[in-house]
């Protein structure tokens, strides 16, 4: 690793953080960084002291940053420090120093209080800040997904036909919500890239091991070998890999889980894009190509584009535009503490097979994919009432692709319903019955998915009704909710229900 040095008689310098890792981020001119500039990356310790993060992503974040600091060699300084402020004084001193817009309020409030830096405008997004203030304030009536997402479509000209959607339709999403094939255990989906550990993440595991018997940090989750891309040649490996082998089969299941096949036909690709060393916009490219050279299906290839140039964007901007104080949004009022057995990811004190399933799965890799996430995670926990922010921070802590602007909207918005409908028309959740439709983890789990009380009462279907029957005066005014809170009438063992919910507290289901 390169010794501690300053940057010196260099006229400008030019701070990379951790998650600004591409080429996009250094290379000079066309508005970007001074072409003599030396670059900067500081290692703080505290970031990992302040939240007790996935093993894995600690993992990967310095991975990440050691391998992009020995590609740079002399260019750049890399400085290992307690703190970003104390790490850029003895990087820099006093010089001038220039940074891309961060991707966290922490980090912008940081850059914005050092007098010596300079803030460029924001990286790694198809689009700019003042684009989507322009979108937003023409559509003032709601800021759907939908309408921004054919935005994009449009103005960076992705999966058109002249000026109509390629094949007619801006959302194939009908298409993309089939269930597992009856009797599958797997996809068999080609596998995906996986990179190979070298003397780098070594060093990174025997630093991280020092830390915790030191009692500097505590970390949760287990640190196998590394599963993602940690440098340039590898996320673009396994970009490549997804389009040529998988794209194909990605979209019609996207939304399926299966217990022995976790991955099924996804890309994998979130945490090299939100580590910087993947732009977007290569990634939708090379899907369309794909499909123009009918190597894979529109339904996929829409679905990838739209995870992308929809979501992720989308996603990106609300957490700028709707103000820091969208954290503290918790219209369902919902207080409850995360149990102890779901911050430790204790997978093996559940025995709902979803549940625990897919707490394993984050506990063993530090990622599931998007249903997983919205329905069984997500789900439980808005049905049991938990804190919004400490599920947010929770979320942001346990997964490789998790960052402040990823969660934040994610989980309070989409996840927790806490803003009451600025992103959603309705709260996700849902019973039992929709887990078993798109899994095979209901057969064998001691409760049945049909079942609302009773020692074989699904816990998510009993707690469906539950979260109904505690919000009913607020959902039985939404046009997507107010059939479901009329079916609570009908519940003749509504009474025993509840006090069974009662009961369950928080222990584990």
Request: proline share 6%; hydrophobic share 40%; aromatic share 10%.
């Amino acid at each position: 690793m390169h010794h501690v040095r300053k940057v010196g008689d260099m006229t400008r310098a030019h701070w990379l953080f951790g998650d600004q890792l591409g080429p996009a981020f250094t290379a000079p001119g066309s508005g970007g960084i001074p072409r003599n500039a030396r670059l900067v990356m500081i290692e703080s310790q505290a970031v990992f002291r302040r939240r007790r993060y996935h093993r894995a992503k600690a993992h990967l974040v310095l991975s990440a940053m050691r391998h992009r600091a020995a590609e740079l060699g002399d260019r750049v300084v890399y400085v290992k420090a307690d703190t970003y402020r104390e790490g850029l004084r003895r990087a820099v001193g006093g010089a001038p120093v220039t940074v891309y817009h961060p991707t966290s309020r922490a980090a912008a409030a940081l850059v914005a209080s050092l007098p010596q830096v300079t803030v460029l405008p924001a990286r790694g997004f198809l689009v700019g800040r003042e684009e989507f203030a322009a979108w937003a304030a023409g559509h003032s009536g709601g800021l759907r997904l939908e309408n921004f997402y054919r935005h994009v479509r449009r103005e960076h000209d992705l999966l058109m036909e002249g000026d109509e959607p390629a094949g007619g339709r801006w959302n194939l999403d009908h298409d993309n919500r089939e269930p597992p094939p009856r009797a599958a255990r797997t996809l068999g989906s080609p596998a995906p890239y996986r990179p190979r550990e070298d003397d780098i993440d070594a060093g990174v595991r025997e630093d991280l091991d020092r830390w915790e018997r030191d009692g500097d940090v505590s970390f949760v989750g287990r640190d196998g070998p590394r599963l993602f891309p940690a440098d340039r040649r590898e996320a673009l490996a396994a970009l490549r890999r997804f389009v040529d082998h998988r794209l194909a089969g990605f979209g019609a299941h996207e939304d399926a889980m299966l217990a022995a096949d976790p991955v099924l036909s996804h890309s994998l690709l979130s945490s090299s894009l939100n580590l910087g060393l993947l732009d977007p916009a290569e990634c939708v490219e090379r899907a369309e190509a794909a499909w123009r050279a009918g190597a894979a299906p529109l339904n996929s290839v829409e679905g990838f584009v739209r995870q992308i140039a929809g979501w992720r964007e989308y996603v990106w901007h609300l957490y700028w535009h709707f103000g820091e104080e969208y954290r503290a949004s918790n219209v369902l009022g919902h207080t409850a503490a995360l149990p102890a057995w779901w911050l430790s990811l204790d997978a093996d004190a559940v025995s709902a097979r979803c549940l625990s399933t897919v707490l394993r799965q984050v506990r063993d890799t530090g990622w599931t994919h998007h249903i997983p996430r919205l329905m069984v995670l997500g789900g439980y926990a808005l049905q049991r009432g938990w804190d919004p922010a400490a599920l947010t921070d929770w979320f942001h802590r346990s997964f490789v692709d998790g960052y402040d602007w990823v969660m934040l909207p994610n989980v309070v918005g989409m996840s927790q319903y806490a803003d009451g409908g600025r992103m959603t028309t309705k709260p996700y959740t849902s019973g039992g019955a929709y887990i078993d439709r798109m899994s095979d983890l209901c057969g064998p789990c001691r409760y049945r998915p049909g079942s609302r009380s009773g020692a074989d009462a699904c816990p998510y279907t009993a707690g469906y009704w539950a979260f109904l029957h505690r919000h009913r005066a607020l959902l039985e005014r939404g046009a997507r909710t107010a059939g479901p809170v009329r079916g609570l009438d009908r519940l003749g063992d509504l009474p025993e229900l509840l006090r069974q919910e009662r009961d369950r507290g928080d222990s584990a289901p």
